[in-house]
């Protein structure tokens, strides 16, 4: 088992094989950017979570154990133009 814990600013595979995301925060400097997470090695397939993130107003979310999202193929973070994420995740 391995912890994560990375700073993206551009779509990105974050993990292969199975997992947990258990953290994540997103910033956007301008736009009415986008961010989403796949059960993937690639930003397509099963969504785990999507997020519209507002200009200059971060999006916080610490997920508990019980509630945070189990990816099994991979995790893939898609981001828009102009997003900051910095992501906790870990492989189970």
């Known amino acids: ?4 814990l990375a700073v993206y600013s551009a779509s990105s ?3 292969t094989g199975a997992g947990q ?3 994540v925060v ?3 400097s301008s ?3 986008i961010a989403t997470f ?3 090695t690639a930003g397509s397939g099963t969504k785990l979570l999507e997020m519209y993130v507002p200009t200059n107003y971060p999006v916080i ?9 189990i990816f ?8 828009a133009a102009n997003i900051t994420a910095t992501v906790w995740s870990r492989q189970l």
Request: aromatic share 14%; glycine share 6%.
């Open 38 to 40: 796949y059960d993937n």
């Open 13 to 15: 595979l974050i993990h």
């Open 1 to 4: 088992m391995s912890d994560s």
């Open 72 to 79: 099994v193929t991979g995790l893939y973070l898609a981001l």
């Open 31 to 33: 736009g009415a950017p």
């Open 26 to 28: 997103l910033t956007s």
């Open 21 to 23: 995301l258990n953290a």
């Open 61 to 69: 979310i610490f997920f508990t154990d019980r509630f945070a999202p």
